[in-house]
C-alpha cells in the first residue's frame, strides 16, 4: 500500500485520487487557521513556489480537532489563506485526523510514521501538555498531536520522513530538497 491506494475530496466535494500525482514528491499536512503555527503557511507558500517545477506538491487538510482552532468552513479557510498567506498549493476539504471519523489517508500516515516526540523547550513542554490533553478523547486512535504535523512522501508513494509542527521550517525544506 501506498499514497496512491488513496482518493481524497476536493474543497467542491469531488474525489481526487492521489494516484494524480504519482511520481511527484509530496508533503502532506493538516493545517489550521487560528494556530500558533498558522505562520508555518509562509514557508510551505515559499517552498511551494521555489520547488514546485521540480515536481513538488503540498497537500493541504484543514483540520477543527485542535483546540477548535479551524472553525471556519472550507470556503473561508481557504480565502484566509489565499488572502493572508497568498497560497497556491491544494487545500482539501476540512477533515478529521484523529478517532473513528479520522480519514484514512491521515491514520495511514501515520501508522507509516508514528508519532515520536515534540522535541525539547518550554514551548514543546506547553505544547505537549495541551496535545495530551486534547488527544484523550481520541485514545488509540489519537495518529496526530497537533496542527500543522506535515509527512513526506517521496516519488514512489512511499512516506519518507514526519515533522512535528515544533519542527524547523528549515529543516522541513531540506528534507524536501534532498528526497527531489
Known amino acids: 500500500m501506498n499514497i496512491y491506494d488513496f482518493t481524497v475530496k476536493a474543497q467542491d466535494g469531488s474525489d481526487v485520487s492521489l494516484a ?8 502532506v499536512v493538516n493545517t489550521a487557521t487560528g494556530c500558533g503555527f498558522t505562520p508555518h503557511y509562509d514557508p510551505l507558500e515559499a517552498m511551494y513556489k521555489d520547488l514546485k517545477d521540480q515536481g513538488f506538491e503540498i497537500l493541504d487538510f484543514p483540520c477543527n480537532q485542535f483546540a477548535n482552532q479551524a472553525p471556519g ?47 525539547k523547550g518550554l514551548k514543546v513542554m506547553a505544547l ?33 520522513a514526519r515533522f512535528e509542527p515544533t519542527t524547523d521550517m528549515k529543516e522541513v525544506r531540506k528534507a524536501v530538497e534532498a528526497a527531489l
Open 128 to 160: 505537549k501538555k495541551f496535545s495530551d490533553m486534547n488527544n484523550k478523547t481520541f485514545g488509540d486512535k489519537a495518529y496526530i498531536k497537533w496542527n500543522f504535523t506535515k509527512f513526506l512522501v517521496d516519488r514512489e508513494g512511499n512516506v519518507i
Open 20 to 27: 494524480d500525482y504519482k511520481g511527484k514528491v509530496l508533503l
Open 73 to 119: 468552513s472550507d470556503e473561508e479557510i481557504h480565502s484566509f489563506c489565499t488572502l493572508k498567506f497568498g497560497t497556491e498549493f491544494p487545500q482539501f476539504q476540512k477533515i478529521d485526523v484523529n478517532g473513528e471519523t479520522a480519514d484514512p489517508l491521515f491514520a495511514w500516515l501515520a501508522t507509516e510514521k508514528p508519532f515520536e516526540g515534540f522535541g
